[in-house]
């Protein structure tokens, strides 16, 4: 298993930020990599008010802030990850976007760095593909949000050695998680079976069975789930929901995950949850 000091982190939106949170809090120097400036610069203020929040409600101390916020750098350049140890590929849902980026990280990062993707279903063989050390490359897979979910799936494709795996385990290990080892399927174990239920939900609602407030309230109340299916699709993001399911869909041919109409109108639309500020629900 390969020792591990410094993280990079690629993808400055919902889930790059709050995978910067964790690996800096493990202890890990984080460079997190935006496209743009301003992108750069927001990803530190988000984790700056975000560890202000948890120091005012008591759960870390201010010197733990500082010491969190000390430990994370941000930039707009990729060559700034040329001397971490691994580098977790966070950005958006779409596989020629990652091929092109895990070719051009591979030219960067040193030989023996790992480099992993946070992908939710897309085949991690293909990005293992797009570099030359495919033994080299798997997949983490954190839940949002990051800081908050327990579980990791780590990502075996046929490519990865088994010094990768290990190393990526350790390193969700060291991160306070619950790794699991999964092989290279679409959507790994927790995308494939909850999206099949997200789908029919936005499914029931074309129907009109019920409201999309009353269903949402009925899998809080009779399933003792902590949110129901459209506020989780609101959370996740109704983007990367449909390429969810269109990877899903693509891989398996199954017509559960063939996404319904509505999820695609509303993305077409710019609906794409709370990040837009409307969703199914307006935020
Ligand atoms: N949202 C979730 O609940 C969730 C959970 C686990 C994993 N993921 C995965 O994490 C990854 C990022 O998802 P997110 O929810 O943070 O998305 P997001 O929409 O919040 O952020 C996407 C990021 O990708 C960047 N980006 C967009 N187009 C790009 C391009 N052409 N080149 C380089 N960067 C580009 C954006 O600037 C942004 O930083 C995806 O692979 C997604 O499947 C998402």
Redesign the pocket.
Known sequence: MSELSSVGIV??????SGLAEVAAKAGYHVTVR??SRD?ATTVVATLHAALDKQVAGGRLEADERDAVVGRVRSTAQLGDLADCDLVIE????DLP?KRA?FTELEKIVKPSAILAT????LPVVELAMATERPDQVCGI????PAPAMRLVEVVRPITASDDTIKTALGFVTTCGKSGIEVVDRAGFVVNALLFPYLNNAVRMLEHGTASMEDIDAAMCGGCNFPMGPFALLD???L??SL??LDALYAEFRDPNYAAVPTLRRKVAAGQLGR?SGAGFYRY
């Not at 897979?141 to 949002?144: A, E, L, S």
């Open positions: 993808g400055s939106g919902i889930m790059g935006s496209r992108g966070s950005v958006v849902e976007t980026l946070n992908t939710s279903t897979h954190f839940f949002n959370l996740v993001g983007d990367t390429a969810i990040k």
